[in-house]
Structure formats: structure tokens, C-alpha cells
């Protein structure tokens, strides 16, 4: 099989299991559906498109990263609350080598109607430090009943 079809078959399983992840963190908060059927179909990775998703619903997003190096993403500052409230992340390896970069999927719960950003930066190793870059995603919330 070729290398390509490999890694896409990866990325594709990753996503997978982020999402059952996310369903399953969800259900151990109580909720009171299943989780599958609030998710967004799309992860969310370029900054320039914006998020648009309805309240109740869970949606990706995914940075490029190497944790291995010792940088990681934190939103700064949090959405608001109100808005979008982040419920997990993950990583992900885009090939199996030990050390190599992938992305860190976010998981986020649009808590209800409403705008605000999330803004990422990308932080060194250790406690302080300026950030190495920033991306800031524009989220939209509609109400639930707007399906």
C-alpha cells in the first residue's frame, strides 16, 4: 500500500477516536444524547475559514505540532464560556516515527448562541516564554433549534 493511502488511513482513525474520545467524555458528563450525531463532519484547521456550527454540537480543530520538543498550544485567552468551552484534546501522529511532528486535535462543545474567538498560542517549552506564532479561529454559534 502506498505511503500516502497509509497516512491517510491513519489520519482517518485518529479522527475516529478523537470523536469517540469526545462522545465518551461527553456521556461521563451526563449528557443526554448520543454525542455521534452532535458532531461537526469537518475538522477545523485553517484559521481564515470561519466556525460555524450550532449550539449543543461538538466540533474539531487541528494544529500542527511535535510535542516532543517540548512547545504545546494553549488558547489565550479562553473563549468565552458562554460560546465554546474546550472538552478534550489529543494527539496525533502523521507517521510512526518516535519524535516525529502531528497535530493536536482540540475538542470543543458550542455551549450556546453567540461569536467569540479562540486564539491559540503556539508556547515553548516551560512555563514562560513569548509564543512562537498565534492563530486566532472565528466561532459562530446558532441556536440548536436552527437545524
Known amino acids: ?35 455521534a450525531g452532535r458532531v461537526v463532519d469537518h475538522v477545523f484547521a485553517d484559521p481564515s475559514a470561519p466556525i460555524v456550527v450550532h449550539a449543543g454540537q461538538l466540533f474539531l480543530m487541528a494544529q500542527e505540532t511535535n510535542p516532543s520538543t517540548g512547545y504545546h498550544w494553549v488558547a489565550s485567552p479562553s473563549p468565552d464560556p458562554a460560546v ?6 489529543s494527539f ?42 498565534h492563530v486566532t479561529f472565528a466561532v459562530t454559534v446558532t441556536p440548536a433549534d436552527a437545524r
Open 84 to 89: 465554546a468551552v474546550l472538552r478534550g484534546t
Open 92 to 133: 496525533m501522529a502523521t507517521s510512526g516515527l518516535v519524535g516525529a511532528p502531528g497535530r493536536e486535535i482540540r475538542v470543543y462543545e458550542a455551549t450556546g448562541p453567540g461569536s467569540t474567538s479562540i486564539v491559540l498560542a503556539y508556547m515553548p517549552p516551560g512555563s514562560g516564554g513569548k509564543p512562537a506564532k
Open 1 to 35: 500500500m502506498p505511503i500516502t493511502v497509509i497516512r491517510r488511513l491513519r489520519w482517518a482513525a485518529c479522527i475516529l477516536a478523537t470523536l469517540v474520545c469526545s462522545a465518551a467524555l461527553h456521556a461521563a458528563a451526563g449528557a443526554d444524547d448520543a454525542s
